[in-house]
T-cell receptor, first 116, second 116 residues
């Protein structure tokens, strides 16, 4: 597609349920990132994929959070046993990786997650 | 760890006037990248401008320019001839060139209002 696509756009679920958020990056972009944006806050890094591997997962807040990427394309962020503090907008971004390190990240519209 | 500080939670400007948004950062690295992103109510993060730390010349993109002061670790954004469509949240971001992670570190943002 032309841009980064995220689904669903909005998700409302009950506390304790598991949720899966999907990100489809720009075709040809080998790098993929997940960020979390809580209300009125900046973006908080969660995890970075290069191809199918995740060299940096230092931002995942707890072991309830996991992510995978298959085929070097689509990524899924899973949150198990959701808590109210997980409510946020989850943004995905992708970029080329050229070795020069100067490629910008292109963002999707995000998934707004609300935990009741 | 690197940090990014945006000291102005909110700013306002009259249409056609000029406004400057502040950003400072903390790092011990000599080579890195800096970005300004715009986030309108639609949630999508849009790249406004980027600067490589090794370049002394300030980056410009049409009505947008930066004042990069490496020694002071300052990276302000100037918007000239402000337009109603410039109203949005603006985020300053830092990216390291070391450590193998391509993640962005964001400030908390500045909400810009443009008055007609």
């Amino acid at each position: 597609g032309a841009g980064v696509s995220q689904s669903p756009s909005n998700k409302v679920t009950e506390k304790g349920k598991d949720v899966e958020l999907r990100c489809d990056p720009i075709s040809g972009h080998t790098a993929l990132y997940w960020y979390r944006q809580s209300l009125g806050q900046g973006l908080e890094f969660l995890i970075y994929f290069q191809g199918n591997s995740a060299p940096d997962k230092s931002g995942l807040p707890s072991d309830r959070f996991s992510a995978e990427r298959t085929g070097g394309s689509v990524s899924t962020l899973t949150i198990q046993r959701t808590q109210q503090e997980d409510s946020a907008v989850y943004l995905c971004a992708s970029s080329l990786v050229t070795g020069a390190g100067n490629q910008p990240q292109h963002f999707g519209d995000g998934t707004r997650l609300s935990i009741l | 760890a690197q940090t990014v500080t945006q000291s102005q939670p909110e700013m306002s400007v009259q249409e056609a006037e000029t406004v400057t948004l502040s950003c400072t950062y903390d790092t011990s690295e000599s080579d890195y990248y800096l970005f300004w992103y715009k986030q309108p109510p639609s949630r999508q993060m849009i790249l406004v401008i980027r600067q490589e730390a090794y370049k002394q010349q300030n980056a410009t993109e049409n009505r947008f320019s930066v004042n990069f002061q490496k020694a002071a670790k300052s990276f302000s954004l100037k918007i000239s001839d402000s337009q109603l469509g410039d109203a949005a949240m603006y985020f300053c971001a830092y990216r390291s060139t070391q450590g193998g992670s391509e993640k962005l570190v964001f400030g908390k943002g500045t909400k810009l209002t443009v008055n007609p």
